[in-house]
Nanobody
């Protein structure tokens, strides 16, 4: 059974930091591109960061320089370090795993809420 379980969300003040973790099970983790998406109320789900099977990370302009995505193939995790958080980063954050050469094979986590507020 495939599972992606996100953790680490919560409430933080503007300028603060959070670290989200996505723990995978039931997949050949090293064959999957890992990504984080987010969805604010009333908006579509947006891709914000991706890390390839060779650990090359790419970021949306909205988070570039503030967020860092890493993966640990031994621990089967993909972590998103979020610094200098802004009110507009408030959203539900979702982990996604997409097979690197069979992209139709994709899995989602259940989401974790991040709220940035003073």
């Amino acid at each position: 059974q495939v599972q992606l379980v996100e953790s680490g969300g919560g409430l933080v003040q503007p300028g603060g930091s959070l670290r989200l973790s996505c723990a995978a099970s039931g997949i050949a983790f090293g064959e999957f591109v890992m990504s984080w998406y987010r969805q604010a109320p009333g908006t579509k789900r947006d891709l914000i960061a991706t890390i390839t099977v060779k650990s090359v990370a790419r970021y949306d302009d909205s988070v570039k320089g503030r967020f860092t995505l890493t993966r640990d193939d031994a621990k089967l995790t993909a972590d998103l370090q979020m610094d200098s958080l802004r009110v507009e980063d408030t959203a539900v954050y979702y982990c996604n795993a997409r097979h690197s050469w069979q992209p139709e094979i994709t899995y989602w986590g259940q989401g974790t809420q991040v709220t940035v507020s003073s």
